[in-house]
DNA sequence: AATAAATCTGCACATCTTTGCAGATAAGTA
DNA sequence: TACTTATCTGCAAAGATGTGCAGATTTATT
């Protein structure tokens, strides 16, 4: 099999754990540092076990890793750049969302790819 | 809805029309120029049918578009900036493949990133 | 008009994913 | 040890996607 077909292949899998609206929110939310489950299921507003199952699939393709730490278990991005590059895609959704405007887009854009909280 | 659930959510739709190896591959190869059906199906490998209904549901998300001449048609990127987007994806994925090694993703970055046939 | 080439559409079947819970672990606390 | 908090695992129902093909369109050619 061709190079260039198992990369595509590869990629596809990438976008496909990313292609979840959860997945991204939570990508977003371990931006800047390091959460909890419990953290990060009350920021987004799921179901604890649901936030537990997103992680472990983000974790099985090494875009997420956990430290534990007594009955914590800390999320953090392995590769932080990741974040920058899905907002990136941004820019391919403008102009053709129903039901939000390009000034929102950039309040959200500004909102996850700040440092500041 | 807030607005960084609705983005998240059409972002994530996004990524999902992405998520597959054909599309992919289709997507790079019109980076350069636009081409037919025919054309893309054999410099894939692929059944024409399929790969219309890869590209119906590319245009259908307005990531490319087409042009009729005669009975063929052609199909370009809306957004050729989109072609490079995917291929900076790559960075996420070397040193976690399994068959196939960091060299190879090189030589498929530069097939894909360069002007050059 | 008849034929051929290029592309599209629709359908059935198989396969994955997502979701919502219930129950299982694991680690700290009283 | 019993209790609580934090997180994980497993399962079944529902939903979404991918695949293969047959047949329908559309446009050019003879």
New interface residues.
């Given amino acids: 099999m061709p ?14 754990i ?8 939570l990508i ?1 939310e371990l931006r800047k540092e390091e959460k909890d489950v419990n953290t990060l299921a009350e920021g987004l507003g799921l179901p604890s076990p649901r936030v537990s199952q997103h992680l472990s699939l983000l974790r099985a ?3 997420v890793d956990e430290r534990r730490d007594g009955r914590h278990h800390y999320y953090y991005l392995i ?1 932080p ?2 974040a920058d ?2 907002v ?6 403008e102009g ?2 129903a ?2 405007s390009s000034s ?2 950039k ?2 854009r500004r ?2 790819a700040s440092d500041a909280p």
Same sequence: chains 1, 2.
């Fill in positions: 190079s260039r077909t198992i990369v595509a292949k590869e990629l596809g899998d990438i976008f496909k990313i292609a979840h609206p959860d997945r991204i929110r977003e393709h090494r875009i590769q750049e990741i590059w899905i990136d895609g941004l820019s391919f959704i053709k969302m039901g939000i929102n887009i309040a959200v909102l996850w």
